[in-house]
């Protein structure tokens, strides 16, 4: 991140917040890997049937896949060129332009307000 200059201090929070969800991704993954990756599970309910559901950790690694997808996106670190809002280190500001304020207009109302406030 250094090297592509889009890494700042204010960025640790967020890489601390990325390395959590990785973390339970990764838990959650394993553990549906260990059980051979079912897709569905059987489940009985009060009434006495028996459906098919989705499996909660396909569930919950769906759910963490996307929130790691959003914390790298977020970083910076996706292959998405959007244009947006984006945190990154470096300026938008080009070194060879010049910024100038935009003058102050004055309305009429604002003018008469002053005249009559000044009194």
């Known amino acids: 991140m250094r090297d592509a200059d889009i890494y700042t201090l204010t960025l640790d929070p967020l890489i ?3 390395l959590d969800i990785f973390e339970i991704y990764q838990t959650m993954f394993i553990e549906w890997k260990d059980k051979g990756f079912p ?5 009985t309910n009060k009434a006495g049937a028996t459906n098919n559901s989705k499996h909660p950790l396909a569930q919950q690694v769906e759910t ?3 929130k790691k997808t959003k914390a790298l996106d977020l970083l910076g670190l ?3 060129g959007k244009a947006g809002n984006q945190i990154t280190g470096g300026s938008s500001v080009r070194t060879d ?3 100038k304020k935009p ?7 604002d003018a008469h ?3 009559w406030r000044q009194a």
Do not use: A
């Open 39 to 43: 897709s569905t599970q059987r489940h």
């Open 78 to 80: 996706t292959n998405k």
């Open 16 to 18: 601390e917040s990325y």
């Open 97 to 99: 332009e010049e910024m």
């Open 113 to 115: 307000r002053k005249k």
């Open 64 to 66: 963490w896949s996307d």
């Open 103 to 109: 003058e102050s207009k004055v309305s009429q109302l």
